[in-house]
């Protein structure tokens, strides 16, 4: 079964430095998105991505955030400078398009992003 | 706006016995239901769905139906094994709309 890869699974980064995490979505899939969960907390949405833009942020999404698809496979978040509090396992997810809202978005494993 | 509420965890049962783990939801619209399953150190999965009322979602012996009356969508499994410990999300995606709300999540334990 086709499903999302992420990487990397774990990275460490030092306050003020910019971090890029990446993602596969499935490959017939439309809709992108990058979701959070701070450890032991809810899973809390950040964007989503459609037809080469942003579609809907949440106010955790800010100006250090940004997504971008470079290429016809991959699907990046990027944190420009990173403070303590972006520690958390951010996971990518993808969805089928056109599907009014039916279909489920299938999640990666996730990366986990430590800050010091 | 819509949210979603778990019942508060954590739960713990043993071995074969029946889980309840409840949902109810706030929509502005005919959401779709899931629940998803976060087992220890890996991502969220898909355990279920429904997408209009009445309809029972299932898999792995887990079920929940979408009650619009009650606005709820509990999960249910009749004979809980030790495999099936890990945290649960509810979660809602309104009719037409694009992102997932989820509920805080359940950590469900089950002592052999």
């Known amino acids: 079964e086709p499903e999302v890869t992420q990487t990397p699974s774990h990275q460490v980064t030092q306050m003020g430095q910019e971090v890029i995490l990446r993602c596969v979505p499935i490959?017939?899939?439309?809709?992108f998105y990058w979701y959070r969960q701070i450890l032991g907390q809810k899973v809390e949405f950040l964007v989503s991505?459609?037809?080469?833009?942003?579609?809907?942020k949440s106010e955790i999404f800010d100006d250090q955030f940004s997504v971008e698809r470079p290429d016809g496979s991959n699907f990046t978040l990027k944190i420009r400078s990173t403070k303590l509090e972006d520690s958390a396992m951010y996971f990518c997810?993808?969805?089928?398009?056109?599907?009014?809202?039916?279909?489920?978005?299938?999640f990666g494993n996730g990366t986990r992003l430590t800050v010091t | 706006g819509n949210s979603v509420t778990q019942m508060e965890g954590p739960v713990t049962l043993s071995e074969e016995a029946f889980l309840t783990i409840n949902c109810t939801y706030t929509?502005?619209?005919?959401?779709?239901l899931f629940w998803y399953v976060q087992y220890p150190g890996e991502g969220l999965q898909l355990l279920l769905k429904?997408?209009?009322?009445?309809d029972k979602g299932s898999n792995k012996g887990f079920e929940a139906t979408y009650r619009k009356e009650t606005t709820s969508f509990h999960l249910e499994k009749g004979s809980v094994q030790v495999s099936d410990s890990a945290v649960y999300f509810c979660?809602?995606?309104?009719?037409?709309?694009?992102?997932?709300?989820f509920g805080q999540g359940t950590r469900l334990t089950i002592n052999p």
């Open positions: 997810a993808s969805s089928e398009a056109g599907t009014g809202g039916t279909s489920p978005l299938h």
């Open positions: 490959s017939n899939h439309l809709y």
């Open positions: 991505f459609y037809n080469n833009e942003i579609s809907e």
């Open positions: 929509a502005t619209g005919y959401p779709s």
């Open positions: 429904a997408t209009k009322a009445d």
């Open positions: 979660a809602l995606r309104n009719q037409g709309a694009q992102k997932l709300v």
